[in-house]
T-cell receptor, first 113, second 115 residues
């Protein structure tokens, strides 16, 4: 009974490159959420997706960030032209319904050189 | 605008005693409250939750109390065990609409339980 799977666990990029973070939700979960944790801070909501739909993207930066959850395959968080300030831990969570507790993956730690 | 606050960055407790972690919130529209535990290099693990229509929920050694008038919730762990040492986050969720999926987290409290 696999939990939320995120890959890669660690990702190093140079400034200006693209970062792609993947998340496979728990079996039976169709609701996916992305959060970002900066050093010494709590988790901050970024985006909430259901299959093929973005439900709430109120936490997404206006530029360079995008997310998708296609009909087949994992959810992808994409960061274009990365900058040093994008260095953080990015967590994905999933739930079977929106009113159920969210279960988290172990995160992707993104480092920008 | 910090809507969820955990004012104690750290807490140290002796094994076997009670651990009490506190959380305050400002938005009266929050209707559901959760506690998560997080170990280093891992994702948060769901512990226990409470709906705004209740004032207490218990699950084994963990009890969450909600005081809506004070906009305050607390997590009690009794008896505390060394394996409980972790960062504890409270989180809240808004009522209905697109905010239903959005959790707002506090900054976390580092709990250390000494043998």
């Amino acid at each position: 009974n696999a939990g939320v799977m995120q890959n890669p666990r660690h990702l190093v990029r140079r400034r200006g490159q693209e970062a792609r973070l993947r998340c496979s939700p728990m079996k039976g979960h169709s609701h996916v959420y992305w959060y970002r944790q900066l050093p010494e801070e709590g988790l901050k909501f970024m985006v909430y997706l259901q299959k093929e739909n973005i439900i709430d993207e109120s936490g997404m930066p206006k530029e360079r960030f995008s997310a998708e959850f296609p009909k087949e395959g994992p959810s992808i968080l994409r960061i274009q032209q990365v900058v040093r300030g994008d260095s953080a831990a990015y967590f994905c969570a999933s739930s079977p319904e929106s009113n159920q507790p969210q279960h988290f993956g172990d995160g992707t730690r993104l480092s920008i050189l | 605008d910090q809507q969820v606050k955990q004012n104690s960055p750290s807490l140290s407790v002796q094994e076997g005693r009670i651990s009490i972690l506190n959380c305050d919130y400002t938005n009266s529209m929050f209707d559901y409250f959760l506690w998560y535990k997080k170990y280093p290099a891992e994702g948060p693990t769901f512990l226990i939750s409470i709906s705004s229509i209740k004032d207490k929920n218990e699950d084994g050694r963990f009890t969450v109390f909600l005081n809506k008038s004070a906009k305050h919730l607390s997590l009690h762990i009794v008896p505390s065990q060394p394996g409980d040492s972790a960062v504890y986050f409270c989180a809240t969720r808004g009522a209905g609409g697109t905010s239903y999926g959005k959790l707002t987290f506090g900054q976390g409290t580092i709990l250390t339980v000494h043998p």
